[in-house]
């Protein structure tokens, strides 16, 4: 490092705005369950969640901004915009989780689809400690095995209950509705495994 790159101060700033993104995250998991829990009052739980993603677009813009105006940035630029980009993609896929599930018009919410639910807001808290915990190589390696096992937990509760909707003889519309849901919850598990793997690559390289 150059002297004048030690002489101006390093934009911190970065970490208070990826805790703020993790936090619309969790945020929107935890709204995402509690739709499934309570499919009566559809259309208000997919605006709120819809506030939420807007939130988050607008945070990843700042974002963004900002590493074009930092002449010095904590962690390189690419995985800045890298880290904000996966982030967002999470939180979009919430949202379009819980669109699809309005579009569908499902009224009863089969199980699985809850214990997804449920992985999904395991999965948002574990990045959210991972990502406060960025500069802490050792705590963000066990957030990321968290993380992963959310996903193999996921995987196991889709094969199953996919598996299940062909049993018998199913309502073709049904097993329609339900594997387009579970395919869309899987989607969004795998994506928190996208933030985990470019969170323990930044971790790694600024040990």
Same mark, same amino acid.
């Given at each position: ?6 002489l101006i101060p390093r934009d911190e700033q970065f970490f208070d705005l990826f805790d703020q993104l993790t936090a619309h995250l969790t945020q929107a998991a935890r709204m995402l369950g509690a739709l ?10 997919? &605006? ?13 813009? !700042? ?13 390189? &630029? ?56 960025? &500069? ?24 199953e209950a996919v598996g299940g909707l062909f049993l018998g003889h199913p309502d073709p519309l049904e097993v329609m509705k339900w594997k387009e849901m579970y395919d869309t919850l899987e989607r969004a !598990? ?18």
């Amino acid at each position: 490092m150059g002297v004048l790159a030690r002489l101006i101060p390093r934009d911190e700033q970065f970490f208070d705005l990826f805790d703020q993104l993790t936090a619309h995250l969790t945020q929107a998991a935890r709204m995402l369950g509690a739709l499934f829990d309570d499919p009566a009052h559809i259309a208000d739980h997919v &605006r709120s969640i819809k506030d939420v993603e807007h939130r988050a677009d607008a945070l990843t813009v !700042t974002i963004n901004q900002r590493i074009d105006k930092s002449f010095i940035t904590p962690i390189d &630029r690419e995985d800045i915009h890298m880290l904000a980009s996966r982030l967002d993609d999470v939180i979009d896929l919430l949202d379009g989780t819980s669109r699809r599930f309005e579009m569908l018009h499902i009224d009863v919410v089969k199980e699985p689809a809850r214990q997804l639910a449920r992985v999904l807001i395991d999965a948002a808290e574990h990045i959210q400690t991972g990502v406060a915990a960025i &500069r802490e190589t050792k705590l963000v390696t066990e957030q990321v095995a968290f993380i992963k096992k959310a996903e193999e937990e996921a995987d196991a509760i889709y094969h199953e209950a996919v598996g299940g909707l062909f049993l018998g003889h199913p309502d073709p519309l049904e097993v329609m509705k339900w594997k387009e849901m579970y395919d869309t919850l899987e989607r969004a !598990t795998d994506s928190c495994m996208g933030v985990a793997q470019v969170l323990q690559s930044i971790s790694l390289k600024n040990a």
